[in-house]
């Protein structure tokens, strides 16, 4: 099957920022796509993979900072 891969890579900025994900297989996951085909289009070393990367991190860590601030509030985590 064929996939547009701009359209690939746009849903899957769109599925880190209203998802909250954290990891490149849960992007995958996301998609209308296999691994194999992910990888061999979004190799690691990609402009686009470091892009989602980045997006990555940014949930990680806010997330990581809510948590931390629930903790010392004292408020259940």
């Not at 990680?60 to 259940?76: C, M, P, Q, Y």
Request: proline share 4%.
């Amino acid at each position: 099957m064929a996939y547009d891969k701009q359209k690939i890579f746009e849903q899957a900025k769109e599925a880190v920022d209203k998802n909250n994900l954290f990891f490149v297989d849960d992007i995958v996951a996301w998609l209308p796509c296999g691994k194999t085909w992910w990888y061999d289009n979004f190799p690691p070393e990609s402009e686009e993979m470091n892009t989602l990367r980045e997006k990555l991190e940014t949930n990680k860590t806010k997330t990581k900072s809510a948590i931390r601030a629930k903790l010392f509030k004292g408020e259940k985590a």
